[in-house]
């Protein structure tokens, strides 16, 4: 699907033709959140969740919610029903709008609103069977974290430090604690304790930080949020990755330090496979 309907502003418009103005304050400023939701056979995973967050997210920022729940709702099904694929990722995104240049929110403004979808591309199956590489990295990003903001510039260096290290991500450490990835959240596991940094400003807390925690319950692995430091990550038997895109992915390599026995281990395989009955639910 080369030009893809797309919603912008009320209206569903081809790629193509989906302008905005260059004042819009995203554009300009970065003043936005967005959000990504998977979508499987057509239907939304965890959408109540993405949602909840996208309003927390406009709510942190103050640009006012411009639609309810349901209007929301229907608004990405009908970019979903227009995509052949089904398999999906939506993307939405929200800014404060179009105003003259000031940096201080404008009076009278409305919020541009714009919602696409593309195949949902998830790892290989040869990251899945062998685990991926990672590389460490200091978190200079800002300390508003938890907001799922579109000024991503921070996320797009570590991006970058990771694919200039032909590897999957850069996972970031904050005064030797462990953060998060440059698009995902990262977990470890120590003699079969699965832990994650705690939810705070330093992390966006990812849709799967609560599945995964769902999901230890379920397998009864001991689950504990706290602080990380580098050095238990290093050490730690297994590490992993979890996003919309990438599910739960295992990490075998964090610079030059092996993780475990070098291949994806028993927790990941028992959290991958609780994670593809969910989302088959
Ligand atoms: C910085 C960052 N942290 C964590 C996540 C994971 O969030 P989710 O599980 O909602 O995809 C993402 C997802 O893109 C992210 O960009």
Not at 90 to 95: C, D, E, P
Not at 120 to 144: F, K, N, Q
Request: aromatic share 8%.
């Amino acid at each position: 699907m080369n030009d893809p309907l797309v919603y912008l502003n009320g209206a569903m418009t081809p790629l193509s033709a989906a302008h905005i103005s260059v004042l819009d304050r995203g554009f300009i400023f970065g003043d936005g959140i967005y959000e990504v939701i998977p979508v499987y056979q057509r239907r939304m995973f965890r959408a109540s969740q993405h949602l909840a967050r996208l309003f927390r997210s406009l709510e942190a920022i103050g640009i006012p919610n411009p639609h309810s729940k349901e209007e929301w709702l229907q608004h990405i099904q009908q970019v979903m029903d227009a995509h052949e694929a089904d398999d999906q990722m939506v993307y939405l995104q929200v800014t404060r709008g179009v105003a003259r240049r000031a940096h201080a929110f404008p009076k009278e403004v409305t919020p541009t609103v714009f919602i696409m979808t593309n195949p949902i591309v998830l790892p290989t199956p040869d990251a899945r069977e062998h685990g991926v590489a990672c590389v460490s990295m200091e978190d200079r990003r800002w300390l508003h974290c938890e907001i799922k903001s579109i000024s991503l510039l921070g996320n797009v260096l570590a991006a970058q430090n990771a694919a200039e290290h032909q590897v999957t991500e850069s996972i970031q450490f904050r005064d030797d604690f462990l953060s998060e990835a440059s698009a995902s959240n990262v977990w470890i596991v120590k003699d079969g304790v699965l832990m994650g940094p705690p939810k705070d400003h330093l992390i966006l807390e990812g849709i799967r930080y609560a599945l995964i925690e769902e999901l230890c319950a379920q397998l009864h692995i001991p689950f504990e949020m706290r602080r990380i430091s580098r050095a238990e990550v290093y050490a730690a038997d297994e590490i992993m990755l979890s996003s919309a895109t990438k599910e739960i992915l295992a990490v075998v390599k964090l610079d030059e330090q092996t993780i475990g026995n070098g291949l994806p281990g028993p927790i990941y395989q028992q959290l991958y496979a609780a994670y593809q009955l969910a989302k088959a639910a």
